[in-house]
């Protein structure tokens, strides 16, 4: 029935891909994190699912869509964070309106090299659960971070999810109270646990940014919040630093979805005590990345901005390649030889996902669109073991683009 229903959807959109140009400037961000340990015992539904994939559909319409891989449902699934694996291939997280026990359920699919579904699984209750962020583990299984409002402690909680290398549930773990916990971004430490970011005891009126340190079996070793006094304060990604303390990109507002907010960013130690802390422009920030010489880049809206940052918080340059200020860059990522490469959206008729490679100085080397009617969007971009690209996007359904080096697309 879902597979019907899925090849319909399928045939009814007409996709034309444009390769075409986004203008120049930059900037990113991205992750999750938080609190307290509540141990779910096998509440977790892991179910797998038969997905299906349009480009091995033969529908003439779609002639245009070729080198698109598209995962998805006849609901809305949307694809989070994309890394390429050891194997090869790829693994994306995200979540699944279509398939699951109800509602959205957190959804993991892994791929090989080229594009082609392994395996998917889905991990969630009858409530809405969704997965933001992904990283593979040195036992060559998965971590995955997001909320549940099926498990835990009350409203939205943070959850992890460990997996062994074929998406089968190790542990899960929820992380909050009776208010809203929720995780954007999870990253591997150098201690073989992980550090994760996001928003806790959020309420009405506040909420903190967190950051919660865990063990490689998922306990909690220590906890961090900051800010959320009569604010609501989130994290939205994180990155460990070469000091072995972390980064965080957030937001401060004085409301929830208020006009009046601004960037935070919050730099820490090894232990999560904070070391400084900065606002920064007034467009919002997504992605954050240390860079190899020290410094991070952040990328954000503003016309798909990419900003870099010193250690110290000094901000060094900010470049623009949109011209819309809703135009973002969700997600940047630094190139084998210093540039960036950077994913995002951009007005066109409508919008489309783009994806913009720069130098080390941040200058615009060559950019691609992809999209067409509806609205798609870019969400995650990683180079490489080949020197290309991973692309991760949504419209109603999960996109993966494969490009080269010189940003073309390979799959057939
Ligand atoms: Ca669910
Ligand atoms: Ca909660
Ligand atoms: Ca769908």
Redo the contacts with the bound molecule.
Sequence with gaps: MKKTMKVI?ITFLVFTILLSGCVSNNKQGNEQGNEETNDLTNNTANQENDIIQSNETSDDSNAEKKGIMIF??????FGSEIIQTLDGGYIIVGYTG?FGNGDDDVWLIKTDANGREQWNRTFGGVKEDRGFSVQQTSDGGYILAGYTYSYGAGSYDIWVIKTNTIGEEQWNKTFGETSLDKANSIKNTNDGGYILTGITDGWSIDGYVFLLKIDSAGNSQWEKTYGGFHTYDYGVSVTQTQDNGYMIVGRHEKAPHSLNWYNWLVKTDANGNEVWNKSLSDESLYSICQTADGNYVISGCGGISLTKIAINGTELWTKSYGKISYECGKSVRETSDGGYIIIGNIMNDNEDICVIRTDASGDEIWNRTFGGPNYQYGQSVQQTTDGGYILLGYE??IWLIKIDKEGNTEWT
Excluded at 72 to 77: K, L
């Design positions: 959807g998805g449902g006849s609901r809305y699934d279509s109603r359904d």
